[in-house]
């Protein structure tokens, strides 16, 4: 997620002293409380900018909203799980594979049906989620197990929305839940102990109310101005790691998943008029007699998966090595939605190169009322509609961090609530390799003054110095965008400057193909720089993560 909230951001940049704030590229807006919004950025040099593309929009088709969709009728049996196919069609075609090592690693199966209910006219009402989840999970810990726990994500502060879970189904046996983390977790106690390599069927029915504008966290799940954002909108198993099961209510700021690569498949009943961006892809799409249709969906091997939608989205599109990448906006902004997309473009080419090649047949970038820059989820990132009216500055900054956000976080995974900096501070500093190739050496010496030393200094003048490595929890919401957004990419700046741009980009590819599809932890990507460096990084961790 790219400067968590966009208030935040204001504040951090309207403190900075007038020498570190964007030297030389800053176009200040006319209007004081809008100059966040309107930052631009002007290429100076570079490669050649791929072409935005100019077909146009796709009109919107409105019909009238069911107010009484069909209860989810899943048939849940080991044959939904069996068969790996429809997870290959959201692969590229070169990485089929990946589905195939997943799977026999043990990776969590979810198949889920959900049916979502919109108020007719302005009622005011909620969209109602009526939903039915099987999981195939596997133990991959060394020892027995005798509960599986299950995030309740909607239920967060942060969230503002209400999940209810009602029938829960072991291995056909029922069984009674128990809520805890204030709701937010919901523990399901298993008939026998479940041994290393065992597998377990859990069958659950829930409910969920969507709500409109939340005011905690950057309202990434309600319905609001027309879209749907459902981040979160099932039960997620939570991680099981060296502490555990890990249910720490996360603060509404920062991110609030923390999850293991699983295969999804997805069953939504929506609106005929809707139109859908999701995470994976649409297999095939059926049409109901009662005015709504449903999408058949998968993923490739993901952490999570995200659906949002609208009826007016528009969709542009263009196929970048072998990816087909997908832009949805509302129709008033239609030349932001074609930016987005040449931004998001241009970044995918350049991150395939310098990291590791993207997996995924598709990549949407969607514009949705979020109130932070960016928000990553894997396959899709949403930007907030409030920088679609920019050209380049914090809308192409925030775009190109999202996009990076699919090799750190999405494709190489740690804990996002303990160890924010790891995805965080490294996807920031991984968008001057874009604002080197797109706009020059000064775009790119800008951004690491404006954005990393800027905060980082004013935060220490305000508060005193801290180390990047804590958990969210132990910032304020302006610190953690100071150090983690600001301190932090300093770490990856030095390290680029000690050992050269070669080995920067080895240690990195050596990073994504080591841990693709795991959960890395901080002493693992210091092992792999000491190891392809041959130098001891105490020294830097000692400058650029903790107090100085």
């Not at 002007?42 to 490669?47: E, I, K, L, R």
């Not at 977790?185 to 409910?207: C, Q, Y």
């Not at 598709?362 to 514009?367: C, L, M, S």
Request: hydrophobic residues 40%; contains cysteine; aromatic residues 12%.
């Amino acid at each position: 997620m790219i400067f968590k909230s966009l208030v935040s951001l204001i504040f951090i940049l309207l403190t900075l002293p007038a020498c570190t704030a964007w030297p030389a590229i800053v176009q200040p807006s006319a209007t004081p409380t809008d100059s966040v919004l309107a930052l631009s950025l002007t290429p100076t040099s570079g490669p050649t900018l791929l072409p935005i593309p100019t077909t146009p929009p796709l009109p919107p088709t409105v019909t009238p909203i069911p107010t009484t969709p069909p209860s989810p009728t899943a048939n849940m049996a080991e044959s939904n799980f069996a068969d790996l196919s429809p997870y290959y069609q959201a692969m590229r075609p070169e990485y089929v594979g990946d589905v195939d090592q997943v799977a026999a690693a043990g990776a969590t199966h979810y198949y889920i049906e959900a049916t979502l209910d919109f108020p007719s006219g302005d009622t005011g009402g909620q969209v109602q989620l009526i939903g039915s989840q099987q999981i195939r999970y596997t133990n991959n810990e060394t020892v027995p197990l005798d509960d599986i726990y299950f995030r309740l994500y909607p239920n967060l502060p942060g969230y503002g929305g209400q999940m209810t879970v009602n029938t829960v189904i072991v291995n056909n046996q029922p069984v009674t839940p128990t809520l805890e983390a204030d709701n937010t977790v919901l523990r399901v106690p298993l008939p026998s102990p479940l041994l290393p390599g065992e597998i377990a069927a859990v069958t659950l029915d829930f409910e969920v109310q969507v709500p409109h504008q939340v005011q905690d966290g950057y309202n990434i799940f309600s319905y609001s101005n027309g879209t749907a954002a459902l981040a979160g909108f099932y039960p997620a198993v939570a991680v099981y790691d060296d502490e555990g099961w890990d249910i720490d209510i996360p603060p509404p700021y920062g991110d609030a998943t923390y999850l293991d690569t699983a295969l999804f498949q997805v069953k939504l009943t929506v609106p005929a008029a809707m139109v859908v961006a999701a995470s994976g892809s649409v297999i095939d799409t059926t049409t109901n007699e009662n005015g709504t249709k449903t999408l058949s969906l998968a993923s490739g091997p993901m952490r999570d998966f995200y659906i949002a939608m609208r009826q007016d989205f528009q969709i542009a599109s263009e196929t970048v090595d072998g990816v087909t990448i997908n832009s949805y906006y509302p129709p008033e902004l239609a030349a932001g939605g074609q930016l987005a997309l040449h931004y998001t473009a241009n970044a995918l080419a350049l991150f395939n190169e310098r990291f590791g090649p993207y997996p995924y047949a598709e990549f949407d970038v969607v514009a949705t009322p979020t109130t932070a820059g960016g928000v990553e989820y894997p396959g899709i990132v949403v930007i907030s509609e409030n920088l679609y009216g920019q050209s380049g500055g914090f809308f192409e900054h925030a775009t190109v961090h999202e996009v990076a956000h699919q090799w750190w976080y999405s494709l190489v995974g740690n804990d996002q609530i303990d160890d924010p900096w790891l995805d965080e501070s490294l996807t920031n500093y991984s968008t001057i390799f874009y604002w080197e190739a797109f706009g020059g050496p000064n775009s790119a010496e800008s951004v690491i003054e404006g954005f990393f030393f800027g905060p980082y200094e004013s935060a220490q003048k305000r508060g005193g110095d801290r180390a990047v490595t804590d958990p969210v929890a132990a910032y304020t919401e302006g610190e953690y965008s100071a150090f983690i957004y600001g301190k932090g990419p300093l770490f990856f700046n030095a390290l680029r400057h000690e050992v050269g741009d070669q080995l920067y980009f080895e240690i990195m590819q050596t990073y994504f193909d080591t841990f693709k599809y795991k959960i890395a932890t901080a002493n693992d990507l210091f092992a792999i720089i000491e190891q392809k460096s041959g130098q001891n990084v105490e020294p830097l961790l000692e400058t650029w993560l903790e107090p100085r």
